[in-house]
């Protein structure tokens, strides 16, 4: 970690997050019946994996789990880049019916919440789309609120949160950066 991160969770704290979000989100669905998880690409899959663990850990059942790149629905497309990497979308569940928990890393302005909710509708049409999200820093742009969140982080708008997870950075934390020094 360098100087100017400064963590608000480290390995124990995502686990303890994610521990609590299965709990609340088996508590509000009543079990598992008709549950889904789909992971935005790509620390929400991972997340969304977790979860499945930590639910399976508590119901002894295993809930589907699915991914979704959310690239050609952004409404910054053409700021990415001439050539924008498009990653596969792996859905093998039917969507109707379903109580999908659809999970991020981080949810700031809403607008990459708003893409995914356009992917998945040009997939299916679930029974309840649920947010769950490891941090909300705040700064919403559109009116996308989570119904999960592993922890709040008030940030400036100077300041990024990111997300590191075992599976593509080899270690879990999350941490701000850039801001004004404490």
């Known amino acids: 970690m360098s ?32 549950l889904a998880l789909i992971g935005i690409r790509t620390r929400g899959v991972f997340l969304a994996e977790r979860l499945q663990k930590k639910i399976f850990e508590i119901e002894q059942k ?39 928990i659809l999970m991020d890393d981080v949810l700031f302005t809403g607008r990459t919440i708003r893409a995914a909710l356009d992917a998945l509708i040009d997939l299916g049409r679930p029974k309840v789309i649920r947010l769950a999200v490891l941090v909300d820093r705040g700064h919403r742009e559109l009116p996308i609120k989570a119904d999960y969140v592993g922890k709040n982080v008030p940030t400036s708008l100077q300041e990024t949160v990111i997300i590191r997870l075992k599976e593509k950075d080899g270690k879990d934390e999350a941490v701000i950066l850039g801001g004004t020094p404490a």
Do not use: C
Request: no cysteine; net charge negative.
């Open 62 to 100: 295993k809930i589907p789990v699915g991914i979704l790149d959310i690239t050609l629905y952004r409404d910054d497309l053409s700021e990415v880049g001439p050539k924008p990497e498009i990653h596969e979308t792996d859905i093998s569940f039917d969507l109707k019916r379903k109580v999908v």
């Open 3 to 34: 100087p100017s991160e400064k963590q608000v969770l480290d390995e124990g704290g995502i686990e303890r997050v994610l521990a609590r979000m299965a709990h609340e989100i088996l508590e509000r669905n009543q079990g598992t019946s008709n």
